[in-house]
């Protein structure tokens, strides 16, 4: 089946420093991606999406390209803030039996120090 | 405003009780969905629902139920068959035949003692 992997958390940065979070899937056919972000005790939103292939999804400083060639989406910002702290999500959708989903990586949980 | 809303937020009970979390969208949306989150452990589908009175099982179904009376309602409820209960339980929605993006709520934290 379908799948997505994350690289695994906790990352911990400095305030200003690069970030790259690591996201590959296994999919039949072209999904959609997405990266959501998950605050403490809070629901998921939506941060960035992509729905085919080379396509560049961008939100508050947050950036992933859809590379289908090496079946990635690594979520990048050039700076981060302590703000960015939070948890985040990779995920693909997928379609069964006419039925859209998510599949969710593991996640993975950012800490900025300032 | 448009969203989700789910209550209770969080939630105590003894072993052995049924739940009932509630989960709310004024999004117009056809498809409903409930994922359970334990820690380090992403997002696990329990059900979802494409259209009023229909649903199907996600991947974690056994010890939960769910109803789709109304297109705006999708309750879940956490029997006393599931194991281990204790966990962040969250509701989302969105459009058929769409992109695939999915809304969601702020969450229900249920604890059982």
């Known amino acids: 089946g379908n799948s997505v992997t994350q690289m695994e958390g906790p990352v911990t940065l400095s305030e200003e420093a690069f970030l790259t979070i690591n996201c590959t899937y296994t999919?039949?056919?072209?999904?959609?991606l997405f990266w959501y972000v998950q605050y403490p005790g809070e629901g998921l939103q939506l941060l960035l999406k992509a729905t085919k292939a080379d396509d560049k999804g961008s939100n508050k400083g947050f950036e992933a390209t859809y590379r289908k060639e090496t079946t990635s989406f690594h979520l990048e910002k050039g700076s981060v803030q302590v703000s960015d702290s939070a948890v985040y999500f990779c995920a693909l959708s997928e379609t069964f039996q006419g039925a859209q989903k998510l599949v969710f990586g593991q996640g993975t949980r950012l800490t900025i120090n300032p | 405003d448009g969203g989700i809303t789910q209550s209770p937020k969080y939630l105590f009970r003894k072993e052995g009780q049924n739940v009932t979390l509630s989960c709310e969208q004024n999004?117009?949306?056809?498809?409903m969905y409930w994922y359970r989150q334990d820690p380090g452990q992403g997002l696990r589908l329990i059900y979802y629902?494409?259209?009023?009175?229909?649903?199907q099982k996600g991947d974690i179904a056994e010890g939960y139920s769910v109803s789709r009376e109304k297109k705006e309602s999708f309750p879940l409820t956490v029997t006393s068959a599931q194991k281990n209960p204790t966990a962040f339980y969250l509701c989302a929605s969105t459009v058929v035949r769409g992109t695939g993006e999915l809304f969601f709520g702020e969450g229900s934290r249920l604890t059982v003692l």
């Open positions: 629902s494409q259209i009023v009175n229909d649903f």
């Open positions: 999004l117009n949306h056809d498809a």
């Open positions: 999919a039949t056919g072209y999904p959609s």
